[in-house]
């Protein structure tokens, strides 16, 4: 049975950081890109970022880039998300997603249910 179990998210101040962390199984993590998205109240789901199956790829949504990393251990069966710079509009619930290949453009088949990141000054 595939799961992913999302955990790290939490109340941050403006400027602060969170590691927000996916724990997988029931797959073999590197065969398969992951990606993180999020959705804030009111909002639709936006894709935050994407890593390759072999982390030599990575994508990044315009509204996080230069301050998001998302990074990969296969040998933990985990991805991670850093937030760095946190704004108050990150404030979201974030899901951890597994892709149906190895490589980002693929669709997201597989959901976490999600952590809550606040960001509140």
């Known amino acids: 049975q595939v799961q992913l179990v999302e955990s790290g998210g939490g109340l941050v101040q403006p400027g602060g950081s969170l590691r927000l962390s996916c724990a997988a199984s029931g797959f073999a993590l590197d065969y398969y890109a992951m990606a993180w998205f999020r959705q804030a109240p009111g909002k639709e789901r936006e894709g935050v970022s994407c890593i390759s199956s072999s982390a030599d790829t990575t994508y990044y949504a315009d509204s996080v880039k230069g301050r998001f990393t998302i990074f990969r251990d296969n040998a933990k069966n985990t991805v991670y998300l850093q937030m760095d710079s946190l704004k108050p509009e990150d404030t979201a619930v974030y899901y951890c997603?597994?892709?149906?290949?190895?490589?980002?453009?693929?669709?997201?088949?597989?959901w976490g249910q999600g952590t809550q990141v606040t960001v509140s000054s």
């Open positions: 997603a597994k892709k149906s290949s190895s490589r980002c453009g693929f669709t997201s088949h597989y």
